[in-house]
Each structure stands twice: as structure tokens, then as C-alpha cells.
């Protein structure tokens, strides 16, 4: 047995599975979990692949930690999304949090996650308890809650697909309230999506986060189980170089795929997009 999600002009991204062990529904989408022959359990919401088990690192340590030891000293953060525990879960390895909130729009992705996805080292359940002093689980809207909130250092927005029921994540009014609700100094960042597979998308938010964030960046990553090379967005506030990192803060984080030693790297990106992202 195998699944397969498809992406745009047929280009598809499959893993042999054992077995489905779960299928349900909320009120938002279409929840799936596989066992895998060689990559663990294999999230899957609405047909698209969210991450699996073995090497979900590879999508959360560039999600988070580039922006995290870029920020001079990130105390308040917010998640959006995220629901599978992976992104709170690194952004709370840095000493410096003093508060983490996290807005999930859908909470039996939470309890999917909790029950069957298991990565998260009990967090999620401890958050929902509220016995985790230095964060919070917020089940709600994200876009709701950014536009109403803020005084936060770092905002990660680890969403769906920029199409779709995400694409407000990836509006210029989106980004306004990101940026109000920054701190000066203060970074944004969001996934974007496939580099090949979604350019379009990339570029158009890309030139929207401009006109918005006082300096904006792109980077890519080879993400297990997405169309890799997967791009990343960056929303600066205030006098930042995204590009300089705290190098004492990172020896302090033991990461398996995102080398801060080799930062650079993160930076390359083919010739025909770099052109478009002007």
C-alpha cells in the first residue's frame, strides 16, 4: 500500500505505508495517520503530507531556529498553526523564552497529534492542562488572534499550503498585523511552500511581505517528505540582519538538520527564482 500526495502539473511525493491506523474529520479537514515502511508515522491533513516522524526535524529546526538565535534575545513568541507540538516544541529549547503561545485553529489535529503523533514529549497535553509554565495553548482563529494582540519578539506561522483555506496567511493585511503586533526588534517567519512547485505563490508573498516588514528575506530547505527544496519567509522589524546569527547561543542546541555553523547555506536559491524575488 502506498500514499501519494500530488502536487501541481502531476509532480507527486509518495511513501509506502504498513497500515492506516487512523481517518477522521473536524470541522476544518480531513485527518489521516499512516505507519510508514521506513520514515515512522506520516501525518496527513486534507491529502498533504504535514510531516513524518522520522525527520520532522528537518521542516521545525529551519522553521525556527534561524530566526530564533537571529533575534538579539527572543522572549515572547507566538505560534500560529503548528498543532502537531513540533514548532512549540523547538522554540522552547531556547532559554531566553519567557513566554510562548501557541493559536491552533483546529484542536483534533492536537489530539490526533497527542495520541498518534507523539512528538512533541508530552507537551501539547501539558499546555492543554495548562501546566507549562512558559507556554500556551490557545485553541482559535490566528489571524483573529494576531489582529488583536501582540508585544511578541518572534511570530512563526507554521501553516498549511500557501493555497487554499492558508492563503490569508499570505495576505499583506495578514502581514500588517504581524508586523504591529512585533516588537522592535522583531522577526517573522512562515513557511512558503515548494520553491519549483509553488514560485508563484512564493514570489507573490514575497512582494507582499515587502511592502510591508522593513527588510525582507527567503531561504530554502530539503524538507523530508515535501517536494523539497521547501522555501521560508522572513519579515524583519526595526535594524536586523537575518543573515548574522548568535553563534554562542546556538553551540548550546544539539540539531540534527539546520547547521548554524553553516547559515550561509540556507541562502541558496536556483537563479530564475532569486531573479523573480527582486
Do not use: C
Request: proline content about 4%.
Amino acid at each position: 500500500m502506498e500514499f501519494i500526495e500530488w502536487y501541481p502539473r502531476g509532480y507527486g511525493v509518495a511513501f509506502k505505508v504498513k497500515e492506516k491506523i487512523f481517518e477522521g474529520k473536524s470541522g476544518y479537514q480531513e485527518i489521516k495517520v499512516y505507519e510508514t515502511e521506513g520514515f515512522g508515522r506520516l501525518l496527513v491533513l486534507d491529502g498533504t503530507v504535514q510531516l513524518v516522524t522520522k525527520g520532522e526535524e528537518s521542516y521545525h529546526e529551519p522553521l525556527v531556529h534561524p530566526a530564533m538565535f537571529a533575534h538579539p534575545n527572543p522572549k515572547r513568541v507566538l505560534v500560529i498553526g503548528g498543532g502537531d507540538g513540533g514548532t512549540i516544541r523547538e522554540v522552547l529549547r531556547h532559554e531566553s523564552v519567557e513566554k510562548a503561545v501557541m493559536v491552533e485553529i483546529d484542536k483534533i489535529v492536537v489530539e490526533v497529534s497527542m495520541e498518534y503523533i507523539q512528538i512533541d514529549g508530552g507537551l501539547l497535553r501539558r499546555m492543554l492542562e495548562g501546566k507549562e509554565d512558559r507556554a500556551e495553548l490557545i485553541i482559535g482563529d490566528g489571524v483573529r488572534y494576531l489582529r488583536e494582540n501582540g508585544n511578541f519578539d518572534v511570530i512563526i506561522v507554521d501553516s498549511t499550503d500557501p493555497v487554499g483555506p492558508a492563503e490569508m496567511l499570505f495576505s499583506e493585511s495578514f502581514y500588517k498585523d504581524a508586523y504591529r503586533a512585533l516588537n522592535d526588534p522583531g522577526i517573522y517567519v512562515t513557511q512558503a511552500g515548494s520553491v519549483y512547485l509553488f514560485t508563484d505563490e512564493l514570489v507573490s508573498a514575497y512582494k507582499a511581505m515587502k511592502n510591508v516588514f522593513d527588510r525582507v528575506y527567503y531561504y530554502s530547505f530539503p524538507v523530508i517528505g515535501y517536494a523539497s527544496p521547501w522555501a521560508f519567509l522572513v519579515g524583519i522589524k526595526g535594524d536586523l540582519d537575518f543573515r548574522r546569527i548568535d553563534l554562542e547561543r546556538a553551540k548550546k542546541l544539539s540539531l540534527k538538520y539546520y547547521d548554524p555553523e553553516r547559515h550561509e547555506t540556507l541562502f541558496q536559491m536556483p537563479k530564475y527564482v532569486r531573479e523573480m524575488l527582486v
